[in-house]
């Protein structure tokens, strides 16, 4: 496995070694010792989670506030996703910074999303399932949510002018300006 820290200090991008032949494919998804020795990070996820959706879904920018604060390591087992990290971290360098990646199911790669920042994703392909492990558990009263589409923040999502199918919760979101 190899890990690539991105331009946010603390978010990797994880690329398992994948052992494949004619009968199809092996990889070790998650191993503790190897991610805390690639990222410095011990995490104690306490939840796996997995959504499939149809393309053209956005989903977040989601967060949790302390103390239910969730780190993130999310992968794609099926089709394609557009992920995106936001620092939210007040006293960051890169507060306010984004990192967007392709997971997909044929390059395995997942991206370490530490406490502190904002998560969200779009589907690029229909049926796409999304999986991911959690640092802590959903807590409603601390789930937080910033707008998909923040001027502030600019995030291309490379919708080309087309409409992203959003939940009724994150068409809500708040403005990155209202976060503190």
Same mark, same amino acid.
């Given at each position: 496995?190899?890990?690539?820290?991105?331009?946010?200090?603390?978010?990797?991008?994880?690329?398992?070694? $994948?052992?494949?032949?004619?009968? !199809?494919?092996?990889?070790?998804?998650?191993?503790?010792?190897?991610?805390?020795?690639?990222?410095?990070? =011990?995490?104690?996820?306490?939840?796996?989670?997995?959504?499939?959706?149809?393309? @053209?879904?956005?989903? !977040?920018?989601?967060?949790?506030?302390?103390?239910?604060?969730? @780190?993130?390591?999310?992968? $794609?087992?099926?089709?394609?996703?557009? #992920?995106? =990290?936001?620092?939210?971290?007040?006293?960051?360098?890169?507060? !306010?910074?984004?990192?967007?990646?392709?997971?997909?199911?044929?390059?395995?790669?997942?991206?370490?999303?530490?406490?502190?920042? =904002?998560?969200?994703?779009?589907?690029?392909?229909?049926?796409?399932?999304?999986?991911?492990?959690?640092? #802590?558990?959903?807590?409603?009263?601390?789930?937080?949510?910033?707008?998909?589409?923040?001027?502030?923040?600019?995030? #291309?999502? @490379?919708? =080309? @002018?087309?409409?992203?199918?959003?939940?009724?919760? #994150?068409?809500h979101g708040m403005l990155f300006k209202d976060l503190r």
């Open positions: 496995m190899k890990a690539v820290e991105t331009k946010i200090p603390g978010v990797f991008l994880l690329e398992p070694t $994948v052992f494949g032949d004619s009968r !199809g494919y092996f990889f070790e998804s998650f191993n503790t010792a190897k991610f805390e020795q690639l990222t410095s990070y =011990a995490p104690n996820f306490v939840q796996d989670n997995q959504s499939m959706s149809a393309k @053209g879904v956005l989903r !977040g920018l989601h967060y949790q506030l302390e103390p239910m604060a969730q @780190g993130k390591l999310v992968s $794609v087992v099926r089709g394609s996703v557009l #992920d995106v =990290a936001v620092d939210i971290r007040a006293n960051s360098p890169t507060y !306010g910074q984004w990192v967007a990646y392709e997971l997909n199911e044929h390059n395995h790669l997942q991206m370490w999303i530490p406490q502190g920042l =904002a998560h969200g994703f779009l589907t690029l392909e229909d049926h796409t399932i999304f999986q991911y492990k959690v640092t #802590d558990f959903w807590s409603k009263e601390h789930e937080r949510c910033i707008s998909w589409n923040d001027p502030t923040l600019a995030i #291309d999502w @490379g919708l =080309a @002018g087309n409409k992203p199918s959003v939940s009724e919760k #994150d068409k």
